[in-house]
């Protein structure tokens, strides 16, 4: 509620159309679609001179602060999503600016989502799931007082935190097949991913664990649960619920870092967005195309995550 | 509280030897790092004694009773547990402690389990009892701590004196040769703590071996066979409930008696 009260005070109104005029009228609007419009006031010959800037910054900057000044006045939610809408028209504009072929996009967008957005789901969920059981591994071993298991499971991390993902499917592409282990491109890719994943994600497992309170052990184990039925009984179901949210953003960073692995051939959506409109020189096209996918199945995702937090939350 | 005294109980198993002990403590000892925490800790526990150990905060008296089910490890002696000797590499330290019950100062219930499941866990999965018979097990010790019909809620439904009684109930179940309490009424209100050692009395009238950490003197005059004075990682003074309150031999008892009464 800041912003709502700054904008109530008529110094503070001031002074941000002052510095929108002043930002204006040094970036020059008066080339603009925008100009045009004010045409009757500059008349048509007034193109880059001082006055057709004072003109278009002056209108401009307050047509801006009113509607910062209108937003102000609606509530939360209103204000969020007018935020939104805005937004979102400011980057249609964008986009619309690079003159796009929608046709191309149109011919295009069906097999972007058939092989693309299908292939980057399947490598994410498959990954996910090997991370997923590498972390409850190397985070059990990581906690145990066994020097071998804690050495293992601290020199994986270390390594495969340490190094770029990109560097590691290379690694493991190009790296396997020299010791006599030949690897198709999607398995390697997976494994990558599964690997880097699994490496982070065991922190995220250890963190977990740690947080069960030391008594829940103290009475597992007084009661004679031996180590593993303590795990499996007691304290992972606990720990899960705190794991899960962050393991969340985890499928959701990993959706994207998926890209990584169109270096090496695999026809996913990055794979696809690069050699769709090469032939056409349509590169923005596709491109674009596959931002706003990546972007629709992080929001989708984001949304399905929210709904799992809330759940556990109360649960 | 009726405070019923019972020292010839108490010099009658002190002097009858025939009677194997269930625990053992033989010159142990323990250090954290540089902090010698038990010193040369004698102690022999015979079936069907109570012990109430009491002494002021940091005197060891927790991690004495802790090291008898081997949460905590300790470095030199010797202690037997029903003829079991606990030492580093032992195998089945898990069926020492299902024999020995404890019940902690902070409850410790298994939070995502019900009342009853976290009674039922132990006979289930570790002594293979079947649920049907587990459950009724569960129900039989959850009435004897007078709180069976909870059995269907979670821990943090129940107050800390009922949670407490159902950690009671779980050790119980376990059907244990021997009860361990570490404080188990200093995390209470105190208008829950009479339910508490009811419950524990109930139990040490049924004949249960107890070894208990506490300050509840009341609890002590009424129930012990001895009572035991720690400080500074020693057993100072070990005697009678009757003597030791009303006749101290050690000026450290006295001191203690002295703050606490």
Known sequence: ?315 | MNSVHKPDVAVETAVKPAVKPIVELKDVNKWYDDFHCLKDINLTVTPGERIVICGPSGSGKSTMIRCINRLEAHQSGEIIVDDVVLHEHMQGIDKVRSEVGMVFQSFNLFPHMTIAENCMAGPMWVQGVPKGEARRLAMKYLEQVRIPEQADKYPGQLSGGQQQRVAIARSLCMKPKLMLFDEPTSALDPEMVSGVLDTMIDLAKEGMTMLCVTHEMGFAREVADRVIFMADGEIVEENTPGEFFDNPREARTQQFLSQIL
Request: charged share 10%; proline share 3%; with cysteine.
């Open chain 1, 1 to 315: 509620m800041q912003e709502a009260r700054l904008l109530s005070k008529t110094p503070f109104v001031v002074a941000l159309y002052a510095a929108f005029f002043v930002l204006l009228f040094l970036v020059d609007m008066s080339g603009t679609g925008f100009a045009e419009l004010l045409a009757p006031a500059i008349g048509s010959d007034g193109e880059g001179s001082v006055y057709a800037r004072f003109v278009t910054s002056v209108t401009l900057s307050a047509i801006i602060t009113l509607g910062i000044w209108l937003i102000g006045k609606l509530q939360f939610n209103a204000q969020r999503v007018t935020v939104w809408l805005i937004m979102a028209g400011l980057f249609m504009l964008f986009f619309t600016s690079f003159d796009l072929s929608f046709e191309f996009i149109q011919s295009k967008i069906w097999f972007m989502v058939s092989q693309g957005i299908l292939t980057t789901l399947y490598i994410s969920v498959v990954s996910i799931s090997i991370a997923s059981v590498l972390a409850i591994i190397g985070a059990v071993a990581k906690l145990s007082s066994n020097g071998f298991a804690n050495g293992l499971a601290s020199f994986y991390t270390s390594f495969f935190r340490g190094l770029p993902l990109l560097m590691q499917v290379y690694l493991i592409y190009l790296g396997l097949p020299q010791l006599g282990f030949v690897i198709d491109a999607v398995p390697a890719g997976i494994l990558a991913l599964s690997l880097c994943y699994g490496a982070y994600m065991t922190e995220i497992f250890r963190a977990g664990i740690e947080s069960i309170p030391k008594g829940q052990w103290e009475a597992a184990r007084s009661i004679g649960f031996k180590f593993g039925l303590t795990m499996r009984r007691i304290i992972l179901p606990q720990a899960i619920p705190l794991i899960i949210p962050p393991t969340g953003n985890q499928f959701i960073a990993m959706l994207k870092d998926s890209s990584l692995v169109s270096v090496i051939g695999v026809w996913e959506l990055m794979f696809l967005a690069r050699t769709l409109g090469q032939k056409d020189f349509k590169h923005m096209e596709m491109l674009i195309t596959a931002a706003m996918l990546y972007w629709i199945l992080s929001m989708v995702l984001e949304y399905a995550q929210s709904h799992i937090e809330r759940r556990y939350r109360k649960g």
